[in-house]
Structures are given as structure tokens and as C-alpha cells.
């Protein structure tokens, strides 16, 4: 109780702290985000002020005790992107590294642990899921709002479920909730900042160990990432879209479904974010809700809400291409 009250505090300022210092100093920093053709802004905009959530996450794992393999990787990660804020890294050089750390945390903390041959397909997919979160929640964050929040549900959502059985990791989990929320008002409804890569890979490498390091059985697993569906949903049927269009995944787009809300149907951003936060509270409060019959039954009800989100995009995309 009293790291909480001293660690949940102190979260939430790092995570407006570091907005706000790149809202003033960032321009100075080259910490600068300029419209192209991926973008849902208009004009140069501060970034990188996702490092008070880096910030955030470090320190409270390191004071709970968290295991230096873990979180000095990911520390090492959001370095590495807070540098591509400033100066682009070609972005194989950027995946490569990647996938270095992503390796190195799951095989000193023995997520990927096995025996034998067995193993190695366990660690083999335990990096690819973690990297490949880190760059979908990078893809993802396009618009106002729209990472903290789900940055604060989903993490809140694992807090929930396993800080009575893991404290260190649900309370780990608590701050960074707590500093996506220290971070939001900087970002939402008008932008003074945006997260940038230091603070958008952090989370989604952090939420894809945690979910590693939290989980105990494929339920939980299941359980546990699926509190993130809205943004697995949705870049996963955008790289189908553009696969079967011949599309390059590597260059530039708009074709994301919060994308195409917010510019072709000119909803404001504010709302479509809420609208993710929304959907993803639904579908991790239905899993939990079902999580008691067991794996097939979670995965019934993803596999619905995995359906119903194909049906809407598909609806979406005849309207506005």
C-alpha cells in the first residue's frame, strides 16, 4: 500500500512532466513532427513527450524489483526510439535492434523458456509478439488521444486482474496507466505534444512482456492480451487490406480504420479515441466475463468481437474509398 501511494503519485506527474517538457523544449531538441503523407495533423507539432512515460516505467520496476532483464531492455528500446524522434534510424536498422532487445529480455527472464526443440518455437513467438506490439502500437498512434487512452485502459485492465496474485507487476501496471493519464491532457482534445516513438513502442513492448511475464497458462495469455484488441484488430485488417492491394507494408498510409474516421469522415479526433477506449473496455470486460468456462470460450467471444470489428471496417471502408 504505501509503494502505491508513493509510486502511483509520482507516475502520473512523470507522465505530465515529460509532455510538458517536450511541448517547451522540444522544437530546441529537433524533437519535431512534421505532416506527411501518413499523418493526421496539419502542422509542426512537438513529439517525444511520451519519455515522462518512460520515465514512469523504469523507475517504478526498478523500485519494485522487477528482474534488470526485463525492463533494462525495453529501457534501452525507448532510448533508441527517443533517438529516431530526433533523427530518423533506417527503420531495418531500428527493427533489428528490435528484435536484439525484444530476444534478450525473453531469454534472460525465461519467457521463451523450454526444453528442447519445443522451446524454441515458445521463444521464437514470444519475440516476434513482442515486437510486433511495440511497432503496431506505434502504427496506431495517429491521432489525438488515442494511445494514452488505450495506454491507460489496458493497463489498468492488468493491473486489475493480476495485481491480487503479482503486486509487483499490477502495481508496475497501475503507473503506467497512471502515466498515460498524466500524459493525455497534453495530447486531448487539442494536441501540444505527441507521444513519439520513445513513448509509443515503450508501451506496446511493455504491455506484450507484461502479458509474458503476468501470464501462467494460454488462458491467461489469451485473457491478458486481449486487452488490447482494438489495436491488434485494427492494424491486423489494415495489412490484410493492403496486402491484397499490393501495397508495400513499409511505406506510408492512412488506411487504418481510426484514420479513415478522423480524416475522410472528419470525426473529431477526440471522439473516435474515446470510441477505442470504449470498444476496448467492452471486449476485455466480456472476456473476463467468460474467462471462467475456460480457453475456448474466450476465444469464441474474440472471435465474435473479431468479426463484428471485419463487418464494421468493411462498412467503413466502402463509405469513404
Known amino acids: 500500500m504505501g509503494q502505491a501511494m508513493f509510486l502511483g503519485p509520482l507516475a502520473f506527474a512523470l507522465g505530465a512532466l515529460g509532455a510538458f517538457w517536450a511541448s517547451r523544449w522540444g522544437w530546441r531538441l529537433g524533437l519535431v513532427d512534421r505532416p506527411s503523407a501518413r499523418s493526421s495533423h496539419s502542422r509542426p507539432t512537438p513529439k517525444g513527450g511520451g519519455i515522462g512515460i518512460a ?3 523504469l523507475l517504478s520496476a ?18 533508441l526510439s527517443f533517438r529516431n524522434d530526433q533523427v530518423e534510424i533506417p527503420p531495418k ?17 525465461g519467457l521463451g523458456r523450454g526444453e528442447g526443440v519445443p522451446g524454441i518455437p515458445i521463444l521464437l513467438l514470444s ?24 495506454g491507460a485502459i489496458g493497463f489498468g485492465f492488468l493491473a486489475a486482474v493480476v495485481g491480487g496474485s503479482q503486486p509487483a507487476i499490477g502495481l508496475l501496471s497501475a503507473c503506467i496507466a497512471l502515466a498515460c493519464l498524466g500524459f493525455l491532457p497534453f495530447n486531448l482534445p487539442r494536441a501540444r505534444v505527441f507521444m513519439g516513438d520513445v513513448g509509443s513502442i515503450l508501451l506496446g513492448s511493455a504491455f506484450a512482456g507484461l502479458v ?15 486487452f ?16 491484397r492491394c ?13 484514420q479513415l474516421l478522423a480524416n475522410e469522415r472528419k470525426i473529431a479526433h477526440w471522439r473516435v479515441s474515446l470510441a477505442y477506449g470504449l470498444l476496448q473496455l467492452l471486449v476485455g470486460g466480456s472476456v473476463l466475463a467468460s474467462r471462467s468456462h ?26 469513404v474509398m
Not at 130 to 150: E, K, L, P, Q, R
Not at 302 to 310: N, S
Open 228 to 243: 488490447l484488441f482494438p489495436f491488434y484488430a485494427d492494424e491486423l485488417t489494415t495489412m490484410t487490406v493492403r496486402l
Open 55 to 57: 520515465a514512469a516505467f
Open 93 to 109: 536498422l531500428r527493427l533489428s535492434a528490435q528484435f536484439v532487445l525484444a530476444g534478450i529480455m525473453v531469454v534472460a527472464t
Open 246 to 258: 499490393g501495397e508495400s507494408l513499409t511505406q506510408p498510409h492512412r488506411r487504418h480504420i481510426y
Open 62 to 79: 526498478a523500485w519494485l524489483g522487477l528482474p534488470a532483464p526485463f525492463w533494462l531492455p525495453l529501457g534501452l528500446l525507448a532510448g
Open 294 to 319: 475456460g480457453p475456448a470460450a474466450v476465444a469464441a467471444v474474440l472471435a465474435g468481437w473479431f468479426g463484428l470489428f471485419i463487418a464494421a471496417s468493411v462498412f467503413i471502408r466502402r463509405k
Open 212 to 226: 509474458f511475464l503476468a501470464s501462467r497458462s494460454l488462458l491467461d495469455f489469451i485473457c491478458l492480451g486481449s
Open 127 to 150: 519475440i516476434v509478439f513482442i515486437v510486433g506490439t511495440a511497432n503496431f502500437y506505434n502504427f496506431m498512434d495517429g491521432i489525438n488521444g488515442i494511445a494514452a487512452i488505450s
